[in-house]
């Protein structure tokens, strides 16, 4: 292992591969020791966050190479930042936006923690608080589906393969109940239900859609909002039908239908805002989004759809190292690289099939020790930024 090379952490595929009680993984909830706190952070106004937790390592899974001396043989490491920010994090939210736990034991029998109800925040003046997670999870549950579980093993040198997920026809959209959920899911937190209110949401993304004047654009807010309310009640009906049928249920026509029905009534009404470019096809296009967690929870679906399975292989979907992730070497350079004196604990791309991270325009949350900390286990100096390209 040369001083450029990383270890890559791949997902397990299918999903429900991975060994029983595996630990490294990326996304869902952590198996933190009972006696250790969620971290959070004290925001300016005085309130406080939770942070978003983003994977965990079980260091004995690293195969041996001769950089892997700098960490730790055994024990956990936890990674957690203020991941829908959109910001630069030191800068504007302080050296407490992310946080590295260690726990130098095996957690394998610890019970995974769910995340506080504070997390999964989401900063009004941001502008790129959208990203395939924000926009996905569920908007009355958003803490507890931010970022799918994707359990993981580290790789040295493994090739990707020539296949390319648009190579596979893949069904009409949305194709299972699972499908069709995350359509609604996105129609609904495109109102900012879940984290912002209506009325702020639709004043930043489209006020400048209308310039004729203050008047106009009232008239065509009260439009969009009295529209709005009778709208939700129908997805929120819909939603609970659809869940009767069962997540990996393939829809029928009707029931497809009705689902596309409910997202074109948000295109129209955007366009009651002055929303010209608006697309259906973009709004229910999600082949391969929900089989990371349909996968886990009915492994029998890889007997059934072999051929869909394989075209959602992390390994096969080749969209370049900007989706991948990797721990000690260089990883992959956004905007600076990983210096001398730094080791790198842990890259994650934007990686949008599996956990659905989307770090500014296919960025990376890079996590970074200086070497000396390294050496003394002072995981409470790592540093992390928010790179985009």
Same mark, same amino acid.
């Given at each position: 292992m040369s001083s450029s090379e990383s270890f890559r952490l791949v997902r397990f595929w299918p999903p429900a591969s991975a060994p029983q009680n595996w630990v490294t993984r990326i996304g869902g909830f952590p198996n933190l020791p009972p006696e250790y706190e969620w971290p959070v952070v004290t925001l300016s106004d005085g309130s406080q966050a939770s942070l978003d937790f983003l994977a965990q390592i079980r260091l004995a899974d690293l195969p041996q190479a001769p950089e892997r001396s700098l960490l730790p043989k055994e024990g956990v490491l936890y990674f957690f930042a203020l991941a829908l920010a959109g910001e630069p994090l030191e800068e504007e939210h302080g050296r407490d936006s992310w946080r590295v736990l260690y726990y130098p034991g095996d957690a394998s029998a610890f019970p995974s923690r769910t995340p506080p109800a504070n997390s999964a925040r989401v900063w009004e003046?941001? %502008?790129?608080?959208?990203?395939?997670?924000?926009?996905?999870?569920?908007? /009355?549950? #958003?803490? @507890?589906?931010?970022?799918?579980?994707?359990?993981?093993?580290? +790789?040295? =040198? /493994?090739?990707? $393969?020539?296949?390319?997920?648009? #190579?596979? /026809?893949?069904?009409?959209?949305p194709y299972r109940v699972e %499908?069709?959920?995350? $359509? @609604?899911?996105?129609?609904?937190? +495109?109102?900012? /239900?879940?984290?912002m209110p209506f009325d702020e949401l639709v004043e930043r993304e489209h006020r400048y859609n209308i310039d004729d004047g203050a008047e106009a654009w009232a008239v065509a807010l009260s439009k969009a909002r009295d529209a709005h309310a009778s709208w939700l009640p129908l997805v929120k009906e819909a939603v609970e039908a659809l869940k009767g049928l069962g997540r990996p249920h393939v829809l029928g026509d009707a029931e497809r239908a009705r689902v596309l029905a409910l997202v074109e009534e948000s295109g129209r009404m955007k366009g009651l805002l002055g929303e010209t470019y608006w697309c259906l096809e973009q709004q229910t296009a999600f082949p391969g989004l929900a089989l990371p967690i349909l996968l886990q929870d009915f492994p029998e679906i890889a007997a059934q759809c072999p051929q869909e399975v394989e075209a959602c292989d992390p390994r096969n979907v080749a969209s370049g190292e900007s989706s991948a992730h990797f721990v000690l070497g260089r990883g992959c350079a956004v905007q600076r690289s990983i210096g001398d004196d730094e080791v790198l604990l842990l890259q @994650? =791309? +934007? %990686? +949008?099939? =599996?956990?659905?991270?989307?770090?500014?325009?296919? =960025?990376?949350? $890079?996590?970074?020790?200086k070497r000396d900390d390294l050496a003394e286990l002072r995981f409470d100096l790592a540093q992390a930024k928010i790179e985009g390209h």
């Amino acid at each position: 292992m040369s001083s450029s090379e990383s270890f890559r952490l791949v997902r397990f595929w299918p999903p429900a591969s991975a060994p029983q009680n595996w630990v490294t993984r990326i996304g869902g909830f952590p198996n933190l020791p009972p006696e250790y706190e969620w971290p959070v952070v004290t925001l300016s106004d005085g309130s406080q966050a939770s942070l978003d937790f983003l994977a965990q390592i079980r260091l004995a899974d690293l195969p041996q190479a001769p950089e892997r001396s700098l960490l730790p043989k055994e024990g956990v490491l936890y990674f957690f930042a203020l991941a829908l920010a959109g910001e630069p994090l030191e800068e504007e939210h302080g050296r407490d936006s992310w946080r590295v736990l260690y726990y130098p034991g095996d957690a394998s029998a610890f019970p995974s923690r769910t995340p506080p109800a504070n997390s999964a925040r989401v900063w009004e003046e941001s %502008d790129n608080v959208f990203c395939e997670a924000s926009e996905l999870c569920d908007p /009355e549950a #958003r803490h @507890l589906t931010l970022f799918p579980a994707c359990p993981a093993y580290f +790789s040295l =040198g /493994e090739q990707l $393969t020539d296949w390319r997920h648009d #190579r596979y /026809e893949y069904p009409a959209q949305p194709y299972r109940v699972e %499908d069709a959920l995350l $359509t @609604l899911n996105r129609a609904r937190c +495109s109102w900012g /239900e879940g984290f912002m209110p209506f009325d702020e949401l639709v004043e930043r993304e489209h006020r400048y859609n209308i310039d004729d004047g203050a008047e106009a654009w009232a008239v065509a807010l009260s439009k969009a909002r009295d529209a709005h309310a009778s709208w939700l009640p129908l997805v929120k009906e819909a939603v609970e039908a659809l869940k009767g049928l069962g997540r990996p249920h393939v829809l029928g026509d009707a029931e497809r239908a009705r689902v596309l029905a409910l997202v074109e009534e948000s295109g129209r009404m955007k366009g009651l805002l002055g929303e010209t470019y608006w697309c259906l096809e973009q709004q229910t296009a999600f082949p391969g989004l929900a089989l990371p967690i349909l996968l886990q929870d009915f492994p029998e679906i890889a007997a059934q759809c072999p051929q869909e399975v394989e075209a959602c292989d992390p390994r096969n979907v080749a969209s370049g190292e900007s989706s991948a992730h990797f721990v000690l070497g260089r990883g992959c350079a956004v905007q600076r690289s990983i210096g001398d004196d730094e080791v790198l604990l842990l890259q @994650l =791309g +934007s %990686d +949008s099939y =599996g956990p659905r991270f989307m770090w500014w325009d296919c =960025g990376a949350m $890079t996590f970074t020790i200086k070497r000396d900390d390294l050496a003394e286990l002072r995981f409470d100096l790592a540093q992390a930024k928010i790179e985009g390209h």
